[in-house]
């Protein structure tokens, strides 16, 4: 069975306040790119009936994070919603995923996330 993590509605909610460039709808896609990040599949693998957004909304969505230096406010503030044991788990599963991707795919120009967290 495919596992979708879902972040809480008072995660979101201290997400919004955190930054305030994000609005309610970037919420499943913010969801879609954790999927694709600890999973280390390609975007166009994303299982939209399940996530609900399509993988182009969601690729598109994370490159203007990232042009804006929006990305890692947004994964920062996701990291700071979490208690210590869960955000030592979801730094580990997202270092794990971006190693395996790396290693499928190569870097291209995607930054390291060991360096960053």
Known sequence: MLHIY???QDQWDQMLLEVPR???RDRRIFEAVLHVFVTAIPWNELPEEVLGVTYR???NRHQRWLKEQLWFDVLF???GTLS???KFLWE???QQGMQLRNQKYGKRKRPVLTDLV
Do not use: D, H, K
């Open 92 to 94: 580990n599963r997202l």
């Open 57 to 59: 909304t969601c690729w």
């Open 22 to 24: 994000l609005n309610a």
């Open 84 to 86: 210590p044991a869960e």
């Open 6 to 8: 879902q972040i809480t």
């Open 77 to 79: 503030s996701f990291l």
